[in-house]
């Protein structure tokens, strides 16, 4: 592919034809300003907060939707493209609940990021607002509809991740939503409760339910883990906090499987500290199941095995493994199994 000059903010940089403004300033690492735009999402144009100014041209383009051109001259922080993406965020928060104090998005907000980067702290626009019903149907996430700015990502999001095409814009103009088919609850449609949408949701429009009131973001800490739930390896974060799991969130970082989720990975973690877990190995005597070390339970299990092993022979045992366990886990089993008990009664849920 053959490639472009271009001037960046007085800097002159190389890119590959075809590539946007908005991934040639990347390069250069200015980052432009953006709601509707998402590395991982196809692109929209819709949000016009990373407008930019271009030499010859009639008016501000959408870099993130502009293929550069030979000779290019390009401002990203003009005085115009500063005060266009100012009243484009005094819009977009005159319809907007300004309750950051008790948000759960709160310290992870796009649109409060850039309020604050550009002076924007309250709406010179007055008018009709909306008063949505805040929506928690749905068992894992919670739809504020008021929080909303329209940009698209939780509908592109579902189409394009997990190919439901549950979301679309419902309705024109001032009432313009996101909204599922005939406008019916989350937990009445096609949803499939994987979050996607939620990843990608810039605002407080769309939040996990299991994270409500369980700590401010900048309180807590992510640990990237890998899902135990199938053998497909997805990763993501736990979200800690006081040493205790309070949430899952997308980590884009993960090779397998970017920020797409399933319902189980998401949401499905609230067993690791449900009371009913067992904590430490049961040994039954005299017909009750009594706690035990992990070295008395061992040598009960070796010698249990190495008994029947003698007195029925090595096809009296079989083992099952499962898609939950680790590709190294499962070798073990195997190995285990041919190896120590002397057979190949050996089998693996994921076959079937």
């Not at 010179?124 to 739809?143: M, V």
């Not at 035990?292 to 008994?307: F, N």
Request: aromatic share 8%; hydrophobic share 35%; net charge negative.
């Amino acid at each position: 592919m053959s490639l472009v000059k271009l001037t960046i903010n007085g800097k002159e940089v190389e890119v590959e034809e075809e590539t946007t403004i908005l991934k040639a300033a990347e390069q250069m690492g200015i980052n432009i300003p953006r709601l509707c735009y998402d590395d991982d999402l196809s692109p929209a144009g819709a949000c016009r907060l990373c407008v930019v100014e271009v030499k010859g041209a009639r008016n501000l383009v959408a870099s993130c939707v502009t293929a550069v051109s030979p000779g290019m001259v390009v401002e990203t922080e003009s005085p115009i493209v500063v005060k266009s993406r100012r009243t484009t965020l005094d819009l977009l928060i005159s319809n907007h609940p300004l309750d950051c104090l008790t948000c759960e998005k709160s310290g992870d907000c796009l649109l409060a990021e850039y309020c604050y980067k550009y002076g924007v702290k309250e709406s010179s626009f007055e008018g009709e607002k909306h008063e949505y019903e805040i929506e928690e149907s749905n068992p894992f996430i919670i739809r504020d509809l008021n929080k909303c700015i329209q940009c698209g990502k939780c509908i592109r999001a579902c189409d394009e991740w997990t190919g439901i095409h549950n979301l679309n814009f419902a309705n024109r103009g001032f009432d313009s939503k996101p909204a599922t088919s005939f406008d019916s609850a989350y937990v009445d449609s096609d949803c499939v409760f994987c979050g996607n949408c939620v990843s990608v949701c810039p605002t407080g429009a769309l939040t996990e339910k299991q994270m409500k009131h369980q700590g401010r973001r900048w309180e807590i800490q992510k640990v990237k883990t890998t899902c135990p739930f199938c053998g497909t390896g997805c990763n993501f974060d736990l979200c800690v906090k006081d040493d205790r799991i309070v949430g899952v969130t997308a980590n884009r970082t993960s090779v397998v499987n970017g920020r797409a989720l399933c319902i189980k990975g998401h949401y499905g973690w609230d067993f690791v500290q449900n009371e009913k877990r067992l904590t430490t190995p049961l040994i039954k005597k005299d017909g009750e199941f009594v706690p035990a070390s992990w070295d008395e339970a061992l040598d009960l299990v070796a010698t249990r095995l190495k008994g029947i092993k003698n007195q029925y022979g090595p096809d009296a045992f079989a083992a099952l493994s499962s898609a939950r366990c680790t590709n190294e886990e499962n070798y073990l089993v195997q190995k285990f199994t041919r190896a120590v008990m002397g057979t190949n009664s050996v089998d693996h849920c994921a076959r079937t």
